[in-house]
């Protein structure tokens, strides 16, 4: 199937993807995301990380799925990275660490901190501070990483 990225944004919900469509939908929004594409991104994060769950490895569409929701930089995306890095033992050592924050380390770390209610949170939040502290990261190294993840998929 070759995906009609136009139909896609408009009735992501009610259009079944497979692996291959997902994989070509997520490169065709690598070249060419919008400002509104977030909500499919996340479905189609979403979707990778439900087949992640039953399987082993990491395929690059998780991967490129996490870095482009990450890149629309709303805090709130926290946790649907976080389920994706959760979704198997091989997810949790394969998604990069500094896709889980989308706002930079203070907006994603606040909003983690101000969700007193979401049941990820502690859990979420011992990794973040240990993952700063072993990364000794700042929102300049952030940005190039994720750059370098983005380059990685351009080239």
Not at 84 to 104: C, E, I, Q, R, W
Request: charged content about 30%; proline content about 2%.
């Amino acid at each position: 199937m070759s995906i009609d990225l136009d139909q896609l944004r408009t009735d992501f919900t009610n259009t079944p993807l497979d692996e291959a469509d997902r994989e070509e939908a997520l490169h065709l929004l690598l070249r060419e995301r919008r400002e509104g594409d977030a909500d499919l991104l996340r479905h189609l994060l979403a979707e990778e990380t439900a087949a992640h769950q039953e399987g082993w490895g990491v395929r690059e569409a998780l991967v490129l799925a996490a870095l482009l929701l990450a890149e629309c930089g709303r805090e709130d995306d926290v946790w649907t990275l976080w389920e994706a890095k959760n979704a198997s033992f091989d997810t949790m050592a394969g998604l990069d660490g500094f896709l889980l924050f989308p706002a930079g380390i203070a907006g994603t770390t606040a909003h983690v901190i101000a969700n007193e209610e979401h049941p990820e949170r502690n859990e979420l939040m011992t990794y973040m501070s240990e993952y700063l502290e072993y990364e000794k990261l700042t929102d300049e190294d952030i940005r190039e990483n994720v750059a370098g993840l983005r380059s990685h998929f351009e080239n």
